[in-house]
Structures are given as structure tokens and as C-alpha cells.
């Protein structure tokens, strides 16, 4: 009988050289690994939202995603014994972990880094305000742009998310209905509309998801950007970046509240209630999250999620490598923000990024917008 995994991934170029080593996992298991559906975040959230039980056996999530998919993922402490989560950040667990079960595998650490070009800038801005007044000067109308981030969906949620924090106001209190209604939620829309409106980022960016802002940087065309650490080897690369040779990264400026703030989360790999029931399956999970997996992300730029993994990527480390990889563990440590665990997180994601990115293009005023999404929040909360 024909031994096969049926697995939904998420797709992109921070994602998919993991997936050249399911042909090792095929040859030496004898297991076929049948991709079934493939598409980048937004769209992978989607289709797993479309049916009451997706039709897989192990899925990518994320640890913000992992509440509100809970009819259909499987608990984990079954098929992973204790001694081999021992390793991994007990953080991270935590972060997978969703009323004590254990959702998905860690597979890696994404935090953004301010990646800024080197034969523009002396020294990365200290503050958001630096960062804009910086950006001001080195933007060419059409031509070339101070800044860049993304126009839509998660990631411009995240940047949002990131400049209310930075500003000392907050997206989820206790309460979890945002506090944005004051000087640091105007601080933070009135930055990124002012960005828009003055030319410094590029318009159409409002169509922009990471992969894009990701490659415009890339190809020269960009100061300075907001970006994850698994687009790290990309950029060092000739064949593929323009600016290999010209660029360094720092942690994020500091907003008015004198704290930087970045948006983070962990990416994870889940069985199914099917897949917890397919022993091979189950084996496609341990061997996507094996030490040997994360040596090879580590080597393209992503953060390990297991201490004798980063031990050993520092202790090979070049000096110039050796300093991002002390600034991501800086920025983990103190300065990055986890969306809260809850079911209803992708409907508050939704109306959060649309409603900003209306403003941010001037559809609507920084106080209207904000008042928006305090009222269409309390409602999703009050509806669960």
C-alpha cells in the first residue's frame, strides 16, 4: 500500500527551500508527500477557514492563527515526548500552546529588523521621527523612496501594531479593546498617512504584502525597510540583490513613548485531528522541526527555535554576522510584541489593516479611522 502525507503549506520565498527536503524525507521513509495546497499567508488562512475540517494531515500556522483553528488542530503532547521539546525556548512553546495544549512545532522566531543602505546612511535612525525626516531627504519622486513597508494585511497590521506600542499606546489591553484614541494612536496613523501622502513611500505599495516590499528593497529601489529575518540570505546574494554589498540592519527606531517595539510571532507546522492519526504524518512533523531543518533555515537568516541550534550558529558566526545575530536576540528579549491568543484574532486583524490602510491613503482621517476600529472591535469582542 502506498504510504502518502496530505499537507497544506505556506508558500514564499522565506518558506519553501525547507520543502526540498521532503525528497530526503520521501527516500528514506518511502512516505510520498502530497502537497495539496500551497499559497502565501492570507491566502493558506483563507482556504484553512473555508471548511469545518480541512482535508490534510499536517498544516503551517502561526502562533497568532493556532486559536481560532482550533476545531480542526490536534493536541501534540501525544506524539511528542517531553525530552524532545527540551531543547526548544520554553517561550515558544508557551506561544504554541493554547489552554495548555501544545498546537503546533515551532519553526522559527520571525521578528522584524530595520535593514537601512549603507552608502546612504552613516547610522540607523534612533527614533521613528529621525527615521522620517531621513527618509524624507533620500526620496527621489518615482524614482526612489525613503521608506517602505506593507500596504496590506498582516503586515501592515504588524507595522501599525508596532507604532501604537512604539508610542505608548496599546492595541490589546486587558480589556482587548484598543486604547488608540489619544495622542499615540493619532502619533502612529498620522506617521504612516504622512509617509503616504508626502511620496516617501512608494504608492503602490497599498497592494504590497512582505514578498513585494521585500524585493523592492532588494532591487535598490529603497532606504530603508521593515523585514524578516528568513529574507536574510536573499539579500546576500548577487545573482539576486542589488544591494548586497550596501546595506547592514539594526533594531527599530523608538517611538515617542522612548521604546521600540516589533511585531513577532512564531511559524509552526500542526497535525490535523486526521494527521495525529497517521503515523507518518506524525514523523513528517519531527522531521520538519529537526535540528537538521533549522540548521539549514538558520543558514538562510532565520532564528533557530532550539537553544543547541542558536548555540551553535553563534559559535560559528562571523563578526559581522555574529552582531544581527546579537540584535535578534536583543530585540526578542526586550522589545517584541505578541498578538494575544484568541479565536477571533483574524476578524480584529481584518478590520484593523483595512481600516488603517483606508486612512493611510486618505479615505479616511486619523480620528475617524480610529474610532473605527474601536468601535468595530468592541463588537467582534462582544460577539464572542
Same mark, same amino acid.
Given at each position: 500500500?502506498?504510504?502518502?502525507?496530505?499537507?497544506?503549506?505556506?508558500?514564499?520565498?522565506?518558506?519553501?527551500?525547507?520543502?526540498?527536503?521532503? +525528497?530526503? =524525507?520521501?527516500?528514506?521513509? !518511502?512516505? #510520498?508527500?502530497?502537497?495539496?495546497?500551497? &499559497?502565501?499567508?492570507?491566502?493558506?488562512? /483563507?482556504?484553512?477557514?473555508?471548511?469545518?475540517?480541512?482535508?490534510?494531515?499536517?498544516?503551517?500556522?502561526?502562533?497568532?492563527?493556532?486559536?481560532?483553528?482550533?476545531?480542526?488542530?490536534?493536541?501534540?503532547?501525544?506524539?511528542?515526548?517531553?525530552?524532545?521539546?527540551?531543547?526548544?525556548?520554553?517561550?515558544?512553546?508557551?506561544?504554541?500552546?493554547?489552554?495548555?495544549?501544545?498546537?503546533?512545532?515551532?519553526?522559527?522566531?520571525?521578528?522584524?529588523?530595520?535593514?537601512?543602505?549603507?552608502?546612504?546612511?552613516?547610522?540607523?535612525?534612533?527614533?521613528?521621527? +529621525?527615521? =522620517?525626516?531621513?527618509?524624507? !531627504?533620500? #526620496?527621489?519622486?518615482?524614482?526612489?523612496? &525613503?521608506?517602505?513597508?506593507?500596504?496590506? /494585511?498582516?503586515?501592515?497590521?504588524?507595522?501599525?501594531?508596532?507604532?501604537?506600542?512604539?508610542?505608548?499606546?496599546?492595541?490589546?489591553?486587558?480589556?482587548?479593546?484598543?486604547?488608540?484614541?489619544?495622542?499615540?494612536?493619532?502619533?502612529?496613523?498620522?506617521?504612516?498617512?504622512?509617509?503616504?501622502?508626502?511620496?516617501?513611500?512608494?504608492?503602490?505599495?497599498?497592494?504590497?504584502?512582505?514578498?513585494?516590499?521585500?524585493?523592492?528593497?532588494?532591487?535598490?529601489?529603497?532606504?530603508?525597510?521593515?523585514?524578516?529575518?528568513?529574507?536574510?540570505?536573499?539579500?546576500?546574494?548577487?545573482?539576486?540583490?542589488?544591494?548586497?554589498?550596501?546595506?547592514?540592519?539594526?533594531?527599530?527606531?523608538?517611538?515617542?513613548?522612548?521604546?521600540?517595539?516589533?511585531?513577532?510571532?512564531?511559524?509552526?507546522?500542526?497535525?490535523?485531528?486526521?494527521?495525529?492519526?497517521?503515523?507518518?504524518?506524525?514523523?513528517?512533523?519531527?522531521?520538519?522541526?529537526?535540528?537538521?531543518?533549522?540548521?539549514?533555515?538558520?543558514?538562510?537568516?532565520?532564528?533557530?527555535?532550539?537553544?543547541?541550534?542558536?548555540?551553535?550558529?553563534?559559535?560559528?558566526?562571523?563578526?559581522?554576522?555574529?552582531?544581527?545575530?546579537?540584535?535578534?536576540?536583543?530585540?526578542?528579549?526586550?522589545?517584541?510584541?505578541?498578538?494575544?491568543?484568541?479565536?477571533?484574532?483574524?476578524?480584529?486583524?481584518?478590520?484593523?489593516?483595512?481600516?488603517?490602510?483606508?486612512?493611510?491613503?486618505?479615505?479616511?482621517?486619523?480620528?475617524?479611522?480610529?474610532?473605527?476600529?474601536?468601535?468595530?472591535?468592541?463588537?467582534?469582542?462582544?460577539?464572542?
Amino acid at each position: 500500500m502506498s504510504r502518502t502525507v496530505q499537507v497544506a503549506l505556506i508558500a514564499g520565498p522565506m518558506y519553501e527551500r525547507l520543502y526540498d527536503a521532503l +525528497e530526503v =524525507f520521501h527516500a528514506t521513509r !518511502r512516505v #510520498t508527500v502530497e502537497i495539496e495546497y500551497s &499559497g502565501d499567508h492570507p491566502a493558506l488562512n /483563507e482556504h484553512l477557514a473555508s471548511t469545518e475540517n480541512p482535508p490534510y494531515d499536517l498544516v503551517s500556522t502561526h502562533t497568532k492563527y493556532a486559536p481560532s483553528q482550533l476545531r480542526f488542530l490536534a493536541p501534540l503532547q501525544p506524539h511528542v515526548l517531553p525530552e524532545e521539546l527540551a531543547d526548544f525556548y520554553p517561550r515558544l512553546l508557551e506561544m504554541a500552546s493554547v489552554d495548555g495544549n501544545l498546537l503546533g512545532i515551532p519553526r522559527n522566531i520571525d521578528v522584524r529588523l530595520l535593514h537601512y543602505r549603507t552608502d546612504l546612511i552613516d547610522a540607523p535612525p534612533q527614533t521613528w521621527d +529621525e527615521l =522620517f525626516e531621513l527618509a524624507s !531627504r533620500l #526620496t527621489r519622486p518615482d524614482d526612489f523612496y &525613503g521608506f517602505v513597508f506593507p500596504g496590506r /494585511e498582516s503586515g501592515l497590521f504588524g507595522t501599525f501594531f508596532e507604532l501604537v506600542e512604539a508610542a505608548g499606546a496599546q492595541l490589546f489591553p486587558q480589556e482587548k479593546i484598543p486604547d488608540i484614541l489619544n495622542e499615540g494612536g493619532r502619533w502612529a496613523l498620522g506617521l504612516l498617512s504622512r509617509m503616504y501622502a508626502q511620496g516617501i513611500v512608494p504608492p503602490q505599495m497599498v497592494d504590497w504584502h512582505y514578498d513585494e516590499v521585500h524585493r523592492f528593497f532588494r532591487e535598490g529601489h529603497a532606504a530603508m525597510v521593515g523585514d524578516w529575518p528568513a529574507y536574510y540570505q536573499a539579500y546576500l546574494d548577487p545573482a539576486q540583490s542589488r544591494v548586497y554589498d550596501r546595506f547592514s540592519v539594526a533594531a527599530y527606531p523608538a517611538g515617542p513613548s522612548g521604546a521600540s517595539k516589533t511585531y513577532g510571532g512564531s511559524h509552526t507546522f500542526a497535525l490535523t485531528h486526521r494527521g495525529a492519526d497517521n503515523p507518518d504524518a506524525v514523523e513528517l512533523l519531527h522531521f520538519l522541526t529537526a535540528r537538521e531543518q533549522q540548521q539549514g533555515e538558520a543558514a538562510r537568516g532565520s532564528v533557530p527555535v532550539c537553544r543547541s541550534v542558536m548555540q551553535q550558529v553563534l559559535e560559528f558566526a562571523s563578526e559581522k554576522e555574529l552582531k544581527r545575530w546579537h540584535t535578534l536576540e536583543s530585540v526578542i528579549e526586550d522589545s517584541v510584541l505578541i498578538p494575544p491568543k484568541m479565536e477571533c484574532y483574524p476578524e480584529i486583524e481584518a478590520v484593523l489593516w483595512r481600516t488603517v490602510q483606508k486612512a493611510v491613503v486618505g479615505k479616511l482621517s486619523t480620528e475617524d479611522a480610529l474610532a473605527s476600529i474601536v468601535s468595530q472591535i468592541t463588537g467582534i469582542i462582544d460577539a464572542h
